[in-house]
């Protein structure tokens, strides 16, 4: 079975780093793209940043751009999310996915919160 265990969040000081990881396994997870998305109580999900199956391209939400950057590691079966210069505004559950993948999975997400 498909399953997508994200981890790494916490509580972090606002300009502080984390750097999240979603461990992908029952799939052929070296010949699909990744996601992470994110959301906040009370906001609507949002897309965060994406990765070819390959890691040879990606792509971001403008509100990450200059701090974040996906990354992943094929041998492993494991996507990674680096957070810097953390803001309030990136308090939220954080999630992995497949891209454009036959089946619809989510993992339990991990929390990021960002607080003085």
């Known amino acids: 079975q498909v399953q997508l265990v994200e981890s790494g969040g916490g509580l972090v000081q606002p300009g502080g780093s984390l750097r999240l990881s979603c461990a992908a396994s029952?799939?052929?997870?070296?010949?699909?793209?990744m996601r992470w998305y994110r959301q906040a109580p009370g906001k609507v999900r949002e897309l965060v940043a994406a990765?070819?199956?390959?890691?040879?391209?990606?792509n971001y939400a403008d509100f990450v751009k200059g701090r974040f950057t996906i990354s992943r590691d094929n041998a492993k079966n494991t996507v990674y999310l680096q957070m810097n210069s953390l803001k309030f505004e990136d308090t939220a559950v954080y999630y992995c996915?497949?891209?454009?993948?036959?089946?619809?999975?989510w993992g339990q997400g991990t929390q990021v919160t960002v607080s003085s």
């Open positions: 996915k497949a891209q454009n993948a036959p089946f619809d999975a």
């Open positions: 990765i070819s199956s390959a890691g040879g391209y990606t």
């Open positions: 029952g799939f052929s997870f070296s010949t699909y793209a």
